[in-house]
Nanobody, 121 residues
């Protein structure tokens, strides 16, 4: 089982920045797609951004395009989410997720325990 550990969350003022990290125990073909989801209180978990260890296919939710950047370090098996121009609506628990490229199920794949991001107004 692939283990994912998030870090980097915290409290930040609107307009500020945070960088989240997701350390993966390994990268495999069955976990090639890796990225971030978030869940705010009382809301459904939603997709944020994703990339692939093998390269290509970087995607972002419309709500974060131009503000968030996902990147990866294949040697460290770590994925990052640079979050700039943060808004109160970005407040959520951010979860790292890894899955095969073919898996579309919102709840599928491997999950970390999450890291809290709170953006104050």
């Amino acid at each position: 089982q692939v283990q994912l550990v998030e870090s980097g969350g915290g409290l930040v003022q609107a307009g500020g920045s945070l960088r989240l990290s997701c350390a993966a125990s390994e990268r495999t073909l069955s976990t090639d797609r890796i990225g971030w989801y978030r869940q705010a209180p009382g809301k459904e978990r939603e997709f944020v951004a994703a990339t692939s260890w093998s390269g290509g296919g970087t995607d972002y939710a419309d709500s974060v395009k131009g503000r968030f950047t996902i990147s990866r370090d294949n040697v460290k098996t770590t994925v990052y989410l640079q979050m700039n121009s943060l808004k109160p609506d970005d407040t959520a628990i951010y979860y790292c997720n890894a899955r095969p490229r073919w898996l579309r199920d919102q709840s599928g794949g491997y999950w970390g325990l999450g890291t809290q991001v709170t953006v104050s107004s």
